[in-house]
């Protein structure tokens, strides 16, 4: 595969209200919007290997649904990434978070993968479901 891979991707990014200020605390949705103005500022000005972004939506509203297991409001602020990857690797490793909620290939319009890029894209996705269970793990322990 030679040609450039072109993505869309949307990460809805996730604000807590801080606890325990009488006044003055912001609200999770002004968390959100704050981590989502911070995550773009990192996608805009620190170069990722193989990826190459051509535009940043943060246009849609952040909205907020109800926690079926702490029973508490979240709020979530949309942001969605067009961008140009490399490699089929490239992609796994940049969309591989826990914000990711869906993605569109819009270029190009069919993909033909030899063994060994199949054999690399299975072993990125493993590395980083590995990564992704270490990092829930230390979450988990850090509310122990």
């Known amino acids: ?26 609200t999770s949705e002004q968390v959100a919007e704050e981590i989502r103005q911070n995550k773009v500022l990192l996608m ?7 990826i190459t972004i051509e535009d940043i939506d943060m246009s849609q509203e952040v ?8 029973g508490k409001i979240l709020a979530y602020a949309p942001v969605i990434v067009t961008f140009y990857a490399d490699s089929l690797e490239d992609v ?10 869906t993605i569109e290939v819009l270029e190009p319009e069919e993909m033909v993968l030899s063994k060994l890029e199949m054999g690399r894209i299975l072993l990125r996705i493993s590395e980083e479901l590995a990564n992704y269970k270490v990092y829930l793990e230390r979450k988990i322990d850090s509310w122990k």
């Open 92 to 101: 796994i490793k940049f969309t591989m978070k826990e914000e990711f909620r």
């Open 44 to 50: 805009r000005n620190v170069p990722v290997q193989g």
């Open 63 to 70: 909205y907020s649904v109800h926690d079926e297991f702490t």
């Open 1 to 26: 595969m030679s040609k450039k891979i072109k993505i869309r991707v949307r990460f809805d990014f996730l604000g807590k209200a801080k606890q325990g200020k009488l006044f003055g605390g912001k």
